[in-house]
């Protein structure tokens, strides 16, 4: 019977130290993953400022698609400038997911916003609206000049909180 205990502490103890490892490599795991986390702060002082020398996947993604955002709209056709301001707004929507917005829509994110912090947001809400008209609003056409003024007021934006530079 005390051989059968020894077998029992013997393997508890491996346990136990199995259970210490694995703890330890999660706080080095969390640690070493920590230096990547968005550093958007949702309110207050600064609130649309990020450390200048942290580029994070997030930020190049985010730039990437704001870049591809851009050369299908220089296309100059329709569709492709009717396809770039919804793919503008779901960045726009991303972004502020990124940044923890709380909300359901981009509506109620942009409504969480502190309206006063951000001199955008007059153009923002234009050209959310534009394009609930673009994909909501059956046969709904815009002109070159409102497509080009709906994509500065999204670069406008993404600019002011440093998505894109």
């Known amino acids: 019977m005390t051989f059968l205990w020894v077998v029992y ?10 259970d210490v490892a694995l703890v330890g490599g999660l ?3 969390w640690k070493k993953a920590w230096h990547y986390h968005p550093t958007y702060a949702p309110h207050g002082e600064g609130a649309h400022v990020r450390a200048a020398h942290r580029q994070t996947m997030h930020d190049i993604v985010m730039k990437e698609r704001w870049h591809a955002i851009m050369a299908k709209f220089s296309t100059g056709t329709p569709e ?3 396809v ?5 707004d779901a960045l726009v929507d991303s972004a502020l997911k990124g ?11 942009l409504a969480n916003l502190e309206s006063d912090e951000i001199k955008s947001m007059p153009r923002i809400w234009r050209a959310h609206r534009m394009r609930n008209d673009l994909v909501h ?4 056409t815009v002109t070159p000049q409102e497509a080009e003024r709906t994509i500065r007021d999204y670069e406008a934006f ?5 998505v894109i530079e």
């Open 99 to 109: 940044m923890r917005m709380e909300g359901e829509h981009l509506a109620d994110r």
């Open 84 to 88: 770039a301001i919804i793919e503008a």
């Open 137 to 140: 609003t059956p046969g709904y």
């Open 9 to 18: 502490d013997f393997i508890a103890l491996l346990f136990i130290l199995a």
């Open 158 to 162: 993404l600019r002011e909180i440093e």
């Open 27 to 29: 706080v080095y795991a």
């Open 80 to 82: 492709a400038e009717r």
